[in-house]
């Protein structure tokens, strides 16, 4: 009897790159069949998608799972809330994965290799870097450092980016859902924060397994362009970075002291703003 997994995302007008991500998703799925013992469903979020995502899924892509959100999801409470409905199937494993993130091929087959490698009891990331080659997501270090993939074995991490990752129920059942408390960032770092404080063995798969390029530019609540009363209310945005939330995060990864210190330097940070305004 197959292993079952759950693929999920969230996504929010994304009508292009859906189709493509699921095409190769499904194309990966195909090349497994017969040779390792998995049936795959896939769970989507819309969050309130208004360039027909949703609609370009259900033409093309009919066996999906299909979720809507009411827009006020982001990634964090888009990914709670597709994994609150697969979870009701009860599967083998749930594997979280990024619309903007591109697979390489035989990507699934090697992060669900190395599960069987650890007994199906380990979080297993996969490594991304950006069209230059850059190390962007994967398994982090203390220091908020990707850490680098070996050739062949698994290396440890300290946590994790949520781009693409897959937790076996073993995990599941003893950690749950990404907490409730995080809007957009953060929950996927803290999911494997609080997998470290139970013992949970977390762990970057081998090689580089995609390519993701992320938003380089000055975040605009440090830019002086705005007011200091927007650069507070864009920093407190789901979007943004919470203060409250990064407390959370800081109180549980680093201490007290540590979060107290980060909070200090946000506010720095809005106060002295430097850059510019970003014209789309």
């Not at 990966?28 to 040779?35: C, H, L, S, V, W």
């Not at 069987?116 to 994967?138: E, F």
């Not at 290396?155 to 897959?166: A, E, K, Y």
Request: hydrophobic share 40%; with cysteine; glycine share 8%.
């Amino acid at each position: 009897m197959n292993s079952t997994v759950a693929i999920m995302m969230t996504v929010y007008n994304s009508r292009e790159k859906v189709n493509a991500f699921l095409d190769n998703c499904y194309r990966q799925i195909d090349a497994m069949k017969g040779i390792m013992p998995y049936s795959f469903d896939i769970y989507i979020v819309d969050d309130g998608s208004i360039d027909g995502t949703s609609e370009e899924v259900r033409e093309n892509f009919p066996s999906v799972h299909l979720i809507k959100g009411d827009g006020r999801q982001y990634w964090n409470q888009g990914m709670r809330l597709a994994w609150t409905v697969a979870a009701k199937q009860d599967y083998d494993f749930y594997l979280w994965t990024n619309v903007n993130t591109v697979l390489k091929e035989g990507a699934v087959a090697t992060i669900m290799e190395n599960s069987q490698y650890l007994g199906n009891k380990a979080i297993i990331t996969g490594t991304a870097t950006d069209d230059n080659g850059r190390l962007t997501s994967g398994g982090r270090t203390r220091a908020n450092k990707v850490v680098v993939p070996e050739k062949v074995l698994p290396v440890p991490c300290f946590t994790i980016n949520g781009n693409f990752v897959l937790v076996p129920r073993y995990v599941y059942k003893l950690l749950g859902n990404l907490d409730a408390r995080y809007h957009h960032a953060l929950g996927d770092l803290d999911y494997g924060v609080r997998a470290c404080k139970l013992g949970i063995t977390r762990v970057v798969a081998p090689g580089v397994l995609a390519t993701y390029n992320p938003d380089m530019r000055v975040p605009e609540w440090r830019n002086s362009s705005y007011t200091l009363k927007e650069r507070y209310r864009l920093l407190c945005s789901p979007k943004g970075r919470p203060p409250k939330e990064q407390f959370l995060y800081d109180l549980r990864s680093a201490g007290f002291f540590q979060a107290v210190a980060r909070f200090i330097t946000l506010n720095f940070k809005v106060i002295f703003a430097h850059g510019k305004k970003v014209e789309n």
